[in-house]
């Protein structure tokens, strides 16, 4: 009988980003910033960084935004990022720059466009309008107008909810036929599934080795599959790259310009599991003169009848089987039906000469008897 097992990969709950926690090599150095764009909708560029306002009011107050030792925080996506009431004047009732819903959006603005900023200046106040309409302090500043009433920035925002988080990376692997397939494999994001992402599935056996399949991501679930016939566990590992950061940033300082700075790279998601090969299945031996297609006699009819007797055997013959009717008594034996061996065997010839001896001497006293009548 064919056998399939089936488990459900355990999925990691958080992105393994390819990114470190040091702050900025760029920073570090001090490069001062590059302001692109104007005003409240500006663009600050450091080496292969940006920032956007963090809703900070320094900028209007004159402060600049070449800080010398500020502090860069990076706090996880898909968290509530908090606002440093130290280093971010105005507004005091805003406790977080924002929500942990917005990050994502955030992170995948980044993700799309930051590179774009240097196109043109209309790049730059189009990304910073799209970043700063996910802050918390969105509508408490007055924004300049955009050269095309906002177009570019909404299609930046609509492209990135498109592939936002959060994440779901949900596949399961099943053994069948000789196969171990993972189905299900994809990302889902909270528009639904992502298209075009890079795809490892890692298979590893402990004495068939390693197997490893490269695909991507399509806009519906996909599956691969591996041949193993040896028995035993075949870990699966599943890895999807190419997704946006797990990290937002914001560079603080209480003299100067806050900032919402992600810093380049891309984040992977992975899921891991296990299936069991198991042992062949072996089939009892059939005896080389018994055809495999000759069915084996039921249980419940024990083969009581030799098979030398005829199978027209008379109804009137009761049947060996215990499971008789009761109301179909046994035949019970008699005498005459058995044989007895002659009583000669067991009295002696002299009792043949008895009978004879008797009427022989009822004769003579018959005859004495008469006698002794006529001499009277």
């Given amino acids: 009988m064919k056998t399939e097992r089936r488990r459900v990969v355990a999925a990691s709950t958080a992105l ?14 001090e490069e001062p910033w590059q302001i692109l764009g104007q005003g409240q909708l500006f663009v600050a560029k450091s080496g292969e960084y940006y920032g956007v306002c963090a809703g900070d009011d320094q900028l209007r107050k004159g402060a600049p935004v070449a800080p010398k030792d ?5 706090y996880q996506v898909g968290q509530d990022t908090p606002r440093n009431a130290v280093t971010s004047i105005g507004n005091t009732d805003i406790k977080t720059v924002m929500s942990a819903d917005k990050t994502w959006i955030v992170a995948t603005l980044y993700h799309l466009y930051a590179n774009d900023v240097t196109k043109s200046e209309h790049h730059a106040k189009s990304f910073s309008y799209a970043v700063q309409s996910q802050l918390s302090s969105y509508g408490r500043f007055a924004i300049e107008g955009l050269e095309d009433g906002g177009e570019l920035a909404r299609q930046m925002i609509t492209e990135a909810e ?4 959060p994440y779901t990376l949900k596949p399961w692997v099943s053994y069948k036929d000789g196969l171990v397939k993972v189905e299900n494999l994809g990302v889902k994001g909270r528009s639904g599934w992502i298209k075009g992402l890079p795809v490892e599935v890692m298979f590893k056996h402990a004495s068939s080795g390693e197997v490893k399949k490269n695909l991507a991501t399509e806009s519906e679930p996909i599956s691969v599959e591996a041949e193993f016939a040896d028995p035993g566990d075949v870990s699966v590992r599943v890895k999807v790259s190419g997704l946006p950061a797990n990290e937002i940033n914001i560079w603080e300082h209480p003299k100067h310009q806050d900032l919402v700075v992600v810093k380049p790279g891309k984040s992977v ?23 495999i297609t000759e069915p084996t006699p039921p249980a419940t009819t024990p083969p009581t009848q030799s098979q030398t ?7 009137s013959e009761p049947p060996s089987q215990p499971t008789q009717p009761e109301s179909e008594p046994t035949p019970t034996p008699t005498t005459a039906a058995t044989e007895q061996p002659p009583t000669l065997a067991k ?3 002299a009792t043949l ?3 004879a001896f008797g009427f022989a001497c009822l004769g003579v006293g018959l ?3 008469r006698r002794s009548e006529r001499k009277a």
Avoid: C, R
Wanted: hydrophobic share 45%; proline share 15%.
């Fill in 16 to 29: 393994f980003a390819a990114l470190t926690l040091s702050a900025p090599a760029a920073l570090a150095a």
């Fill in 70 to 74: 500020a502090s860069f925080n990076a």
């Fill in 162 to 165: 498109k592939i936002a988080g």
């Fill in 269 to 291: 998601l992975e899921a891991s599991g296990s299936v069991n090969v198991p042992q062949p299945s072996t089939q009892p031996t059939q005896p080389t003169t018994q055809p």
């Fill in 309 to 315: 007797e005829p199978t027209t055997q008379p109804v």
């Fill in 347 to 349: 009295t002696g010839v």
């Fill in 353 to 355: 000469f008895l009978p």
């Fill in 367 to 369: 005859v004495l008897f």
